[in-house]
């Protein structure tokens, strides 16, 4: 019963974080499981994205109802993450914990140290803009963005690969990407962003389920408080003070890579 309310815990508080700050969840997920069970990494990846896809669906679910995602960009992108989050779910059953732990662990610090000093103006790069976007989102605000479809779409295939590989959704990395390179306005680039990360988790997840990954004692529960959690972050995305928090984030991320690269 108590490792029962600890993973409903975990859950609720991954997709409860990950919703307000644009992330998946799973770097929440997946550290706690290394802690909490003795499941080998490929095992705590799939439970993870099988629990993304619960977290990411209430969240998807919230911004639809807000009017703030761009479904069309969303659908590109997710259809380029597809074989990334399969290439990458196979990947994983030929890591050794060792090289997982590292590899996570490296990943976790380098993202920290861009969530903390995360840039928010638009960089000037030289990439042709194909896609024009022109739309009202529900509060009556206009929104005018243009960007390269072809550097999005490479952009989620390797998303899609790093999600799949580590259990951790790829949101940290496709929001920043969006709003940096593609100049998608923040708030429509997290809701964005979970759309994608939704569609292409159900790949990740069905692969990882197909190659015997996924632990599903530890995945209901964790689904349970995903539920929850998702859909309370989404809600409150507009309300709380989202640099503060990335900021805490950011260096608990640093002190899990620590940790995940000497363990």
């Known amino acids: 019963m ?9 859950g ?8 307000i700050v644009g992330l998946g969840g799973g770097f ?11 499941l080998s990494p490929k095992e705590i990846v799939g439970t993870s994205m099988a629990v993304l896809v619960v977290s990411s669906l209430t969240s ?5 109802k807000q009017k703030r995602i761009d479904y069309k960009s969303g659908i590109y992108f997710s259809v380029a993450m597809f074989p990334g989050s399969i290439i990458g779910a196979w ?7 060792h090289l997982f732990y590292v590899l996570f662990g490296c990943f976790m610090m380098i993202m920290a140290t861009l969530v903390f000093f995360k840039p928010t103006q638009p960089k000037n790069v030289n990439l042709k803009s194909t896609i024009q976007r022109n739309w009202i989102d529900e509060n009556g605000e206009k929104h005018d963005y243009a960007f390269s479809l072809k550097a999005g779409l490479i952009a989620s295939f390797f998303v899609g690969f790093l999600s799949s590989l580590f259990g951790i959704g790829g949101g940290s990395v496709m929001v920043m990407f969006m709003v940096l390179f593609l100049f998608f306005p923040p708030h429509i680039a997290t809701a964005t962003s979970m759309l994608s990360i ?3 988790s159900i790949i990740g997840a069905g692969t990882h389920l197909y190659f015997g990954h996924v632990i599903w004692s530890y995945a209901l529960w964790l689904a349970i408080g995903a ?4 859909r309370a972050g989404a809600l409150w995305s507009k309300k709380i003070a989202g640099p503060y ?13 620590f940790f995940m690269v000497f363990k």
């Not at 928090?245 to 899990?256: D, E, N, P, V, Y």
């Open 2 to 10: 108590i490792e029962a309310f600890m993973l409903i815990l975990v």
């Open 12 to 19: 609720g508080l991954a997709a409860f974080v990950g919703a």
């Open 28 to 38: 929440i997920i997946v550290p706690s499981m290394i802690l909490l069970s003795n």
């Open 60 to 64: 998807t679910i919230v911004f639809m």
């Open 91 to 97: 990947a994983t059953k030929y890591m050794t914990s």
């Open 198 to 200: 939704f569609c292409s």
């Open 227 to 230: 539920f929850v959690g998702g």
């Open 245 to 257: 928090i990335m900021r805490a984030l950011s260096i608990c991320m640093l002190l899990i890579g």
